[in-house]
């Protein structure tokens, strides 16, 4: 059960948060439980949609941002983002399950998306602090200044959602999926 309250329904959210909610619902199909628990506070719902509705309109493949997703998770140790991204890379970026595996141990099958994934790992195990080989590895790679810069977003949002499903034990409405939780010791 979460540690504070997950909307049963979009009429029971914040009046605030209820078109937003809506405008979820219509885009996939439901609400999941981050959302609804997000909702308690119209603000948050707002700047968390706001920013992954940007980043969805930037110049990373859906495939690299479930790989980083994955591999943040795997590193916080969050299972609802865990299970939400490993349901989300199968079903919707076609992630297979070797794949899967790579992203959450930090790496993936693809030269180009490993550099990224590595960089996203790195960032979150340094806190951000990473040197200028790192980001010099992710630019040898192919990717441009702009996917950098989303790279980074990328990894800050979903430590964000990380952090609040983790401090908040929002219920997981997806299929359960569990950190290995010393996959990454800093």
């Known amino acids: 059960m979460s540690r504070i309250p997950t909307a ?3 009429a029971d959210a914040p009046e605030a948060s209820r078109p937003l909610l809506e405008a979820v619902n219509k885009a996939i199909g439901t609400v ?9 506070s119209p603000a948050a719902l ?3 949609l706001a920013m992954n509705g940007a980043l969805g309109k930037g110049k990373l493949p859906a495939q690299t941002r479930e ?4 591999a943040v998770a795997e590193v916080n140790g969050c299972d609802y983002c865990l299970s939400a991204h490993t349901y989300l890379g199968k079903n919707v970026a076609n992630l297979d399950d070797a794949e899967i595996t790579a992203n959450r141990n930090g790496a ?4 180009k998306a490993d550099a990224a994934v590595r960089f996203a790992v790195q960032l979150v195990k340094a806190r951000g602090h990473v040197g200028a080989d790192d980001v010099e590895a992710v630019r040898t790679a192919g990717y441009t200044d702009a996917q950098l810069l989303e790279i980074v977003q990328h990894v800050a949002l979903n ?3 990380n952090y609040v499903n983790s401090a908040f034990a929002t219920e997981i409405d997806f299929p359960v999926v569990n950190a290995r ?3 990454f010791a800093a």
């Open 181 to 183: 939780n010393a996959a």
């Open 108 to 111: 993936s099958n693809d030269p």
């Open 32 to 40: 999941p439980n981050l959302h609804r628990l997000v909702a308690n």
């Open 159 to 161: 430590t964000w959602t």
């Open 67 to 70: 790989r980083i997703a994955l």
């Open 46 to 48: 707002e700047g968390y």
């Open 8 to 10: 049963a329904t979009i």
